[in-house]
């Protein structure tokens, strides 16, 4: 049978429990170093592959921008393109009076021989005619063509005069809206 | 001075010292290793992130054809500079083309529109008969720098017809510079191509702005 010694003192001894506890607490630090080996070796090993490939991600980005930069001049084009279509864009949105004349002109050839057009003005409200009519056959012949071409929103007639000698003489004010 | 602390207190030092040294290490050595792989990290997907933009830019690059004749059509359609000239001098090859005779030509000063444009008003009498007249205003929005009829006033009398007629012409700066190496050139959108197109139909001016080229690392490169 196996015999317990103690060869301390006994005032140096630890109780058996507090004994155990310690040893415990040696062993786990032991475990608690090997992971912590394992962790720095982890942690460095990590460390070491992420240099070799940020270094690898840093040549791949300087070639890349040196492929870039020999593209500066198609860039500029590119660049240049966009901003002009851009303005451009901006001033054929802006209104212009191109569209009434082009109503205006219709509404003008549509006038009867002996129809005289003295005043056209143009703007981006308004358009102004003013007209003369010999008889009141023609006059009313155009203001029929005026009322069924719908190419203006609202037509006020502004003067309306007759002349023995001249005939009628009407203005007209068209309104796109 | 160990010598005088009890043998049993020096067992459990000698027992809790090595894990508490360990656990100290760990909280350091931890705080550091996760710090630096965050930042290892950081550094990848930032580098990632820039290849993958730079990557995408070189194709458009490589793959968009912009040629010389796009850009003298759109820097002749909206000039860097005061365009008062070149469409006075459109504006007579234009009425000589349509029989008309154009005088009292008036320039103002540069306006600043409130689309960010700069742009002159010009204003002119035009002489002729009418339909030339009316053929020569219609013709004016297709010369080019892009000319927008403003106001038309046209008076008959005696068999003469004279229009008073203003017009807006517009231009503006080139842009001062090129973007970051990283950021994004765009595409052409069917609409910017149909635009080429539309604008590459206006009549061009006899001189036209010569376009930009390449800058040899001058600050402005449009300039």
């Known amino acids: 049978m196996a015999v317990k010694l103690n060869l301390l003192p006994q005032g140096a001894a630890v109780s058996g429990s507090l004994g155990k506890t310690l040893k415990s607490i040696k062993s786990f630090g032991i475990i608690a170093l090997g992971m912590f080996l394992f962790f720095i070796l982890g942690v460095s090993g990590f460390l070491v592959y992420s240099s070799i490939s940020l270094k690898g991600l840093t040549i791949q980005e300087e070639s890349l921008k040196a492929r870039i930069k020999s593209q500066e001049t198609t860039e500029q084009k590119i660049v240049l393109l966009k901003d002009r279509l851009t303005k451009i864009s901006k001033v054929q949105s802006t209104p212009s009076v191109q569209k009434s004349l082009d109503k205006a002109g219709g509404v003008v050839a549509s006038l009867p021989a002996g129809a005289v057009l003295t005043e056209l003005g143009l703007d981006l409200k308004k358009t102004d005619m003013s007209l003369i009519f010999r008889s009141s056959l023609d006059l009313n012949s155009f203001l029929g063509f005026v009322k069924t071409s719908g190419e203006f929103k609202r037509v006020s007639l502004t003067a309306f005069n007759f002349n023995p000698l001249s005939g009628y003489s009407i203005g007209l004010r068209f309104f796109d809206n | ?223």
């Open chain 2, 1 to 223: 001075m160990f010598n005088k602390i009890p043998q049993n207190v020096k067992i459990i030092i000698n027992s809790v010292f090595p894990m508490l040294a360990v656990l100290i290490l760990f909280a350091f050595a931890g705080r550091f290793g996760v710090d630096k792989i965050s930042e290892m990290r950081t550094k990848m997907q930032t580098l990632q992130n820039n290849i993958n933009a730079l990557s995408s830019k070189l194709t458009i690059l490589e793959a968009v054809s912009s040629s010389q004749s796009q850009t003298n059509v759109v820097l002749s359609a909206l000039p860097s500079r005061n365009s008062s000239i070149v469409v006075v001098s459109q504006l007579k090859i234009l009425a000589g083309e349509q029989g008309v005779t154009i005088t009292n030509i008036k320039g103002g000063a540069e306006i600043k529109d409130p689309n960010g444009l700069s742009r002159v008003d010009i204003t002119f009498d035009a002489l002729g008969a009418r339909p030339q007249i009316m053929a020569f205003a219609g013709s004016i929005g297709g010369i080019a720098p892009l000319t927008l009829l403003d106001k038309i006033k046209i008076n008959e009398s005696g068999g003469g017809v004279r229009a008073n007629i203003s017009v807006k012409s517009y231009w503006s700066e080139l842009p001062k510079s090129l973007p970051s190496i990283t950021d994004q050139v765009g595409t052409f959108s069917n609409e910017e191509k149909d635009t080429i197109t539309e604008i590459a139909k206006l009549t061009q001016p006899l001189f036209i702005e010569l376009p930009a080229s390449d800058t040899g690392g001058k600050s402005e490169p449009f300039n």
